[in-house]
């Protein structure tokens, strides 16, 4: 269980509102944060495996924290892994060129036979952290030296979030320092407010604003505020109780 917040826009964006607002949810999910952030050129990914809101870390990060054209955060409750910063989202890896992957994921893997093969190389010990390394592999095998244009990168991973979506439950954001990539297959479990070239994306709306719900069992990615490709419809949607159920679904954003 978690809960997850990631932001796209055109323009830096004043994002502290939104994650005070979303932080403030870490006494259900004490058992880490995590934070990815611009820092100038490149971008910083701090974790710590306590309650956010107990975080002095955390709180000095805020009051320093430029607005920002990319974000993506997470709070844990620990049902898989146990409480270290290992085990703590977001999870970030490097690809065969030195791209740069982050993956934030809120839900539970059932059926993980694309994943039992990354056991022996994650640094700590989730489902979570293995979809990392499952989709950087994925990644690696369609590209050489050369590095994969954004449309091909959409396309691997959408093909691979379509794998992993059997039997799962896999809210996602993905960050690949340029495309912000969106997924969720479980109803009312992820919402999104779009207004002045930006979108925010939560697991529940964090402010009174105009909160919609994101689209069911299709990856969606974004760049700087913008939608900008649109994956294959698929018929995974995770039911809680019965681990899944196949539905035919066409929802457009």
């Known amino acids: ?13 004043n994002v502290r509102p939104y994650l005070e607002a979303f932080l403030s949810h870490s006494q259900k999910f004490p058992h880490g944060w995590g ?7 490149m971008f910083d990914l701090i974790k710590e495996p306590i309650a956010a809101y107990k975080s002095e870390t955390l709180r000095d990060t805020l009051d320093h924290l430029a607005p ?56 700590g010990e989730t489902d979570s952290e293995r ?30 979030v379509r794998k ?30 779009h207004e002045d070239n930006s979108f925010v994306f939560a697991t529940t709306p964090l402010d009174d604003g105009t909160w919609e719900d994101f689209p069911l069992s299709q990856l969606f990615a974004f760049h700087n505020g913008k939608k900008v490709f649109r994956g294959h419809a698929h018929n995974e949607i995770f039911v809680p109780n019965l681990n899944y159920a196949n539905i035919t679904n066409a929802i457009n954003i």
């Not at 269980?1 to 932001?7: A, D, H, K, P, T």
């Not at 979506?165 to 109803?187: A, C, P, Q, T, W």
């Open 164 to 193: 992993l979506s059997h039997r799962n439950k896999l809210n996602l954001l993905i960050f690949d320092g340029e495309l912000l990539y969106v997924h969720k297959n479980m109803n009312n479990s992820l919402c999104y407010k």
């Open 35 to 41: 934070l990815l952030k611009s820092g100038g050129e």
């Open 131 to 160: 979809i990392l390394l499952f989709i950087i592999d994925e990644v690696n095998k369609a590209q050489s030296r050369k590095t994969l244009s954004a449309r091909k990168r959409f396309d691997i991973v959408d093909e691979a």
């Open 68 to 123: 920002q054209n990319n974000l993506v955060a997470h709070i844990r409750f620990a049902t898989i892994g146990s409480i270290k910063a290992e085990n703590c989202h977001p999870f970030r890896g490097k690809d065969s060129t030195g791209r740069e992957w982050t993956v934030a994921h809120n839900g539970t893997v059932y059926s993980g036979k694309y994943l039992t093969k990354f056991l022996g190389l994650q640094e």
């Open 1 to 13: 269980m978690c809960e997850l917040l990631g932001i796209s826009s055109h323009e830096p964006l």
